[in-house]
């Protein structure tokens, strides 16, 4: 079953260090999406990528993080110099080229700032 | 921008009840209404959707509906079943591809 995957599934960083999380879309699926979901809240939208493309970053905080879709190897939302209030479970989606209506979701990765 | 309110934000039903979870849109321009269910430690899983050209749509113990001059849309899950317990989301999404998530319904099926 080739779904989303993601990694890693914890992630435990210190303040000022960075973190990367990485997603490969299901077999067939060239759209990528990441969103955040914060204990007991719903997922908030970051970025929507394409390869090679960033389609709508408009939820991404303006600074520390940055998302990638290469033409080669998975998706990478990267997060520099985190913070506590990084602390969050961040979920990866992916969706059929012309399907962006479906979309997908991975495991999660769960990142704990100390 | 588009906004999703969800209710209940808990909910408990007894096994073989009936629950419904509603939610209420804004951007008049959606057109799709996916449904997630999501279980302790894992993403959320697509379990039914509605576009906006049907009113209503089921599938075996879930069904979505519609109302597209309301803004309003709902899950149904009749008999319901342990396995049911779980936290659901609504959303919405509008041509430019974002989905905008409700805060989560927590249901609960008491035994």
């Known amino acids: 079953n080739a779904g989303v995957m993601q990694n890693p599934r914890h992630l435990v960083r210190r303040r000022g260090q960075e973190a990367r999380l990485r997603c490969s879309p299901m077999?067939?699926?060239?759209?990528v999406y990441w969103y955040r979901q914060l204990p007991e809240e719903g997922l908030k939208f970051m970025v929507y990528?394409?390869?090679?493309?960033?389609?709508?970053e408009s939820g991404m905080p303006k600074e520390r993080f940055s998302a990638e879709f290469p033409k080669e190897g998975p998706s990478i939302l990267r997060i520099q110099q985190v913070v506590r209030g990084d602390s969050a479970a961040y979920f990866c989606a992916s969706s059929r080229e012309g399907g962006h209506y479906e979309q997908y979701f991975g495991p999660g990765t769960r990142l704990t700032v100390t | 921008g588009e906004n999703v309110e969800q209710h209940p934000s808990t909910l408990s039903v007894q096994e073989g009840d009936s629950a419904v979870i509603k939610c209420t849109y804004s951007?008049?321009?959606?057109?799709?209404f996916p449904w997630y269910k999501q279980e302790l430690g894992k993403g959320p899983q697509l379990i039914i959707d509605?576009?906006?050209?049907?009113g209503e749509k089921k599938d075996q113990r879930i069904a979505v509906t519609l109302n597209k001059t309301a803004k309003h849309f709902s899950l149904h899950i009749t008999e319901t079943q342990p396995e049911d317990s779980a936290v659901y989301f609504c959303?919405?999404?509008?041509?430019?591809?974002?989905?905008?998530f409700g805060k989560g319904t927590r249901l609960h099926i008491l035994p």
């Open positions: 509605i576009r906006s050209n049907v």
């Open positions: 990528l394409q390869k090679e493309n960033i389609i709508d």
């Open positions: 951007d008049s321009a959606s057109n799709y």
């Open positions: 959303a919405a999404s509008s041509r430019d591809d974002k989905i905008i």
């Open positions: 077999k067939g699926h060239s759209h």
